[in-house]
Structures are given as C-alpha cells and as structure tokens.
C-alpha cells in the first residue's frame, strides 16, 4: 500500500533536500562563535573511539534578529519598548538584544533591569504575560564574560503567547536579581538554579541548596564540573570512575 505522505517531492517527505541548511541545529555563519568543538565528543586525550575525532564544528549562538519579527512577536516587542518608555527607561539600556530562533522570541535583558522588565510584563494589559514556568541555568565556560545564563520561561494566560528572558553574568561575579518579588513560583527554581549552577539570585528569600547536601562543594551542572564516582565491581573486572574513563566533556 502506498503512503501518500511518502510521495517523493512531497513537503512532508523527510528525506527531500537534505542538507547542512535546513538539518536542525544548524545556523550557517550566523549567530556569535562561542567556541570550536572537534571530535564527536570533545575528547581531547585519544579516548574518542566513535570515529569522528576528525570532526571540527563551530558552536553558535543564535544572533540577534531584525524587524519585523513576524506574528505577534512584533506586537509583545513593541508593547514591551512603549512601556518601558513610558517608565523613562530606554529600551536599548535594558533589552541587550532580540532573538527570534526556532519560532521562539527571546529578550536578551541586562540583569540590573530584569525586574522591572518582569513586573512589566506581567501587569501592562497588553502584555499580561502572568506566570513564570522556571527558570533554568546554563553554563556556558567559553562565553568570557558572560558565563552563566539564566533562562526564564514566561507565559500569558490571557493572550496564550510564550515567551523566553534571559540574562547572562560572568563567571567572577555571578549575581542574578531574583524574580521572587515578581513570581512567587520561582522560589524552588532559582534555588535549584543556584544549586545547580552556582548563579547568586539577589533578594531571594531564602537561597540555599534544594538537592544537593548543603555542605557540598560546587555545582554539579558546570560543565567544568568533575565527574566524580566509585569504581564498580562487576563479574570479577572493575569499571573505573566516571572521573578516570576517557575524556568525552
């Protein structure tokens, strides 16, 4: 039985014009190099046995994108530029950049202002952007100056729009303003966040680690974090620790 889904030329048809342009995750040369990854898993000691120790790939992050934006995206921008305006606050001095990418907005804010920003979005009518998802961490270690980020998932129940924030600090001085004041909800996330992380979110109620015990050391999901771990004993042989295996970070 044949698959009208499946007709060659079809536009669902996974397999037409595959290329380096439209396989996923892929930008070209646009967007900002962060850094340069060779071999399939970044093994830098010979331990790569996949085959791919040749690879060499730029590691992009999406570059800021020009109007018009398309849908709705133009409308929440320009809602969110009038009303910052409206509060004496230039909004070239606290949305560092637009991202459009994937089909997702995302405003790039300055930390110092991200809570006006927040409380913005929540409360102007038109934009009513009312819950706050989580926030989540991102450790970036070849983004000099800005090492960590912080990404906030917002949602407009009145509107059904989502939208991202994020914020980044260096590594030096990792301070975040907390959104708690503007939504609750993130009391556990940005510990999480913290724990995780080790991003300080300034004016949290209470920031202390949520998972790990609250004399570990460091922050387990840096990437320059070590692995760690016991040997194992299985069927007469040992298995190394995470930590003494080959290289793949």
Not at 111 to 131: G, S
Not at 156 to 162: F, M
Request: with cysteine; net charge negative; proline share 8%.
């Amino acid at each position: 039985m044949s698959d009208a889904n499946n007709t060659p030329g079809d536009g669902v048809n996974p397999e037409k014009e595959l290329s380096a342009e439209n396989l996923p995750g892929q930008r070209g040369q646009g967007g900002e190099e962060i850094r340069v990854q060779r071999g399939m898993f970044g093994a830098n000691n010979g331990g790569d046995t996949s085959g791919y120790g040749g690879l060499v790939r730029s590691v992009r992050l999406p570059g800021p994108a020009a109007r018009p934006y398309g849908g709705w995206f133009d409308e929440v921008a320009d809602e969110l530029e009038g009303a910052l305006e409206e509060q004496d606050l230039l909004p070239e001095n606290a949305i560092e950049r637009t991202v459009v990418d994937r089909d997702e907005i995302t405003f790039h804010i300055e930390r110092e202002h991200l809570v006006r920003v927040a409380k913005t979005l929540r409360d102007d009518p038109a934009l009513r952007f009312e819950l706050c998802t989580g926030v989540s961490g991102v450790h970036y270690p070849n983004d000099k100056g800005r090492e960590l980020h912080a990404v906030y998932h917002l949602r407009s129940i009145t509107h059904n729009r989502v939208i991202r924030l994020e914020v980044s600090a260096p590594d030096s001085d990792p301070h975040i303003p907390s959104l708690f004041s503007v939504y609750p909800t993130n009391d556990w996330h940005e510990r999480e966040t913290y724990d995780f992380f080790g991003i300080v979110f300034d004016g949290h109620p209470a920031l202390t680690r949520i998972m790990m015990p609250d004399d570990w050391q460091g922050h387990p999901q840096r990437k320059d974090y070590p692995l760690g771990g016991i040997p194992v004993e299985y069927k007469g042989a040992q298995i190394p620790a995470p930590d003494q295996r080959r290289s793949y970070s």
